[in-house]
T-cell receptor
Framework: KNQVEQSPQSLIILEGKNCTLQCNYTVSPFSNLRWYKQDTGRGPVSLTIMTFSENTKSNGRYTATLDADTKQSSLHITASQLSDSASYICVVSDRGSTLGRLYFGRGTQLTVWP | EADIYQTPRYLVIGTGKKITLECSQTMGHDKMYWYQQDPGMELHLIHYSYGVNSTEKGDLSSESTVSRIRTEHFPLTLESARPSHTSQYLC??????????????FGPGTRLTVL
């Protein structure tokens, strides 16, 4: 069964600290992995997209890594800010059809305290 | 900031009412989608469209229907709302290049409560 599991479910850190969020997937075949940020009451916003051949991608203070062999990804946030408080969603796409189905994780709820 | 809009943002209605959730985008994207999301849960695809006059059902069975008469507009309709339809509905769009790498842009969502 194709699944995307994220950990931890929730995380609280102090402003200025770094943190790392994890994503494990069993989706096969694999096409790409995306990280989204979803603020409360808003739609998700794309942070990074990585294909099979990419093992790291950065977007400002966000750095995503991908290990396609172990089917793991991480999202590292550097020097956290209060505005980083949000849910971070890992999404994996297969290439089993023209449509290329997306599999969504349940997200990690990050809270940054001052 | 993505140019994709949803109305209403919040809706509280009684059982049995017919409702239409509106979604519009001004980016000229061919692909549009509707997702359903409950608190703390993953997004589930309920409908999608490749372009005008194209509509398909998604992974999650839904009693809703959609239409795509214009590129920029993708409304979702519930003929008879029930409490089980209470959820957050998210609309998204993307360019029709390669599904597997195109970026989806999401609207702000409609929070529906059926009493």
């Amino acid at each position: 069964k194709n699944q995307v599991e994220q950990s931890p479910q929730s995380l609280i850190i102090l402003e200025g600290k770094n943190c790392t969020l994890q994503c494990n997937y069993t989706v096969s075949p694999f096409s790409n992995l995306r990280w989204y940020k979803q603020d409360t009451g808003r739609g998700p916003v794309s942070l990074t997209i990585m294909t099979f051949s990419e093992n790291t991608k950065s977007n400002g203070r966000y750095t995503a890594t991908l290990d396609a062999d172990t089917k793991q990804s991480s999202l590292h946030i550097t020097a956290s800010q209060l505005s980083d408080s949000a849910s971070y969603i890992c999404v994996v796409s297969d290439r089993g059809s023209t449509l290329g189905r997306l599999y969504f994780g349940r997200g990690t709820q990050l809270t940054v305290w001052p | 900031e993505a140019d994709i809009y949803q109305t209403p943002r919040y809706l509280v209605i009684g059982t049995g009412k017919k409702i239409t959730l509106e979604c519009s985008q001004t980016m000229g994207h061919d692909k549009m989608y509707w997702y359903q999301q409950d608190p703390g849960m993953e997004l589930h695809l309920i409908h999608y469209s490749y372009g005008v006059n194209s509509t398909e059902k998604g992974d999650l069975s839904s009693e809703s229907t959609v239409s795509r008469i214009r590129t920029e507009h993708f409304p979702l309709t519930l003929e008879s709302a029930r409490p089980s339809h209470t959820s957050q509905y998210l609309c998204a769009s993307s360019e029709l290049n390669t599904w597997n790498t195109d970026t989806q842009y999401f609207g702000p969502g409609t929070r529906l409560t059926v009493l």
